[in-house]
């Protein structure tokens, strides 16, 4: 019998409609464009503005599409896990909520936070799951309303996140293509860096840390940036050490969209050229949980069954790391 691993099969992604721009920003908070430019690669956000919608809209929408793009029957999905950092509510899982929304019956689901690298670490999940032998058919989806939790008063993170959804389903594979290695790590070094204060079982909500502002998130930008930076730059690096890759048997790099300067120094670290990183920092900005599907989503039409695929993501905790995965199909497959 051969060995199982776990392929992604499909992807889909949805982002709102109304879109931020630089422009729009400068009359909110004292910034410009040049310096949202040249200091992070962005240049648009989208937002979703419906108040009666949450995250769980989004990642519906992302999952619809994989499921009509795939031609997937959503009543033979297993399990869906739900990566995201702005839950619908604290409790009652997000999730549950999107797995019955487009009819995947006969599947559990649970949310998964690890603030911006809640896909990559839930792509270590679902592929598990899969490699075990244990399910078939595992769809990751990862989604933030970010818009639900930033301060537009803050110029140092209002003008960094957006909302979006991304989805990829995970399925077994018998040519050992799919996920081949990882690493991750988490440390609480960055606990403070990088956080929304209230709301949680420490300082639960009250007239105070609304007032506060403390239900927004806060960071410290110049010390998350360097922690960044040093991390996922060192994870790919390890990576490909640890596979005998060379930067020329790299295909593609899909880093998390925080920042370009950080993605250029991880691209940088692995002496790979600017064509084989993937980016659309500059039309989403950061969105959390969303960045890695985004990416596949946007480029799926260049990745061909068989090319070496880096991933790699930094974010609050501190939470980071790096995955070498095969890419399993080419786009025009059906
Ligand atoms: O996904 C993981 C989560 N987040 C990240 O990975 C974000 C990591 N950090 C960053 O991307 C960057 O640190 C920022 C984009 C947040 C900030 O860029 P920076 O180059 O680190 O700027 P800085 O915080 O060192 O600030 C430089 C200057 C300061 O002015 P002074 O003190 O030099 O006069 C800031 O007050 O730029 C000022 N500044 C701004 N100016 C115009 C800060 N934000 C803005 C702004 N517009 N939006």
Same mark, same amino acid.
């Given at each position: 019998m051969s060995t199982i691993t776990a392929a992604i099969t499909a992807v889909g992604s949805y982002v709102p409609d109304f879109v931020l721009t630089n422009k729009e920003l400068e009359t909110m908070v004292d910034t410009n464009d040049e310096w949202i430019t040249t200091r992070t690669g962005i240049k648009e956000r989208r937002i979703?503005? *419906?108040?009666?919608? %949450?995250?769980s809209y989004l990642a519906i929408k992302a999952a619809e599409d994989l499921i009509k793009k795939a031609n997937v029957d959503p009543l033979t999905i297993d399990m869906i896990i739900m990566a995201t950092a702005t839950p619908d509510m604290m409790v009652a899982s997000t999730g549950v909520h999107v797995a019955s929304s487009i009819g995947a019956t006969n599947a559990f689901s649970y949310d998964l936070q690890a603030a911006c690298s809640s896909f990559l670490y839930g792509m270590s999940t679902a592929a598990a799951y899969i490699q075990s032998g244990r399910y078939k058919k595992v769809l990751l989806i990862g989604a933030d309303k970010m818009s639900s939790i930033v *301060?537009?008063?803050?110029r140092s993170t209002c003008i960094i996140f957006g909302d979006g959804a991304g989805a990829a389903l995970f399925e077994p594979n018998h040519e050992g293509l799919g996920l081949q290695d990882e690493y991750l790590r988490s440390d609480s070094v960055g606990r403070d860096f990088l956080?929304?204060?209230? %709301? %949680?079982?420490l300082i639960p909500a009250s007239e105070e840390t609304v007032k506060n502002r403390q239900h927004n998130i806060m960071q410290d930008g110049k010390t998350v940036f360097k922690f960044a930076v040093t991390n996922m730059a060192d994870a790919s690096e390890t990576i490909l050490k640890r596979n005998n890759l060379t930067n020329e048997q790299v295909n593609w790099l899909v880093p998390h969209q925080a920042n370009k300067r950080i993605i250029d120094a991880t691209a940088g670290r692995m002496n790979?050229? *600017?064509?084989?990183v993937l980016m659309n920092i500059e039309r989403y900005g950061n969105t959390t949980s969303a960045t890695l599907p985004l990416v596949l989503a946007d480029f799926e039409h260049v990745l061909k069954k068989g090319d070496n695929v880096i991933f790699a993501a930094f974010g609050g905790g501190f939470t980071w790391g790096s995955i070498f995965l095969k890419w399993a199909y080419d786009t025009n497959k059906n």
């Open positions: 979703l503005k *419906d108040a009666d919608k %949450g995250t *301060d537009y008063t803050d956080k929304i204060p209230a %709301g %949680g079982s790979l050229e *600017d064509s084989k």
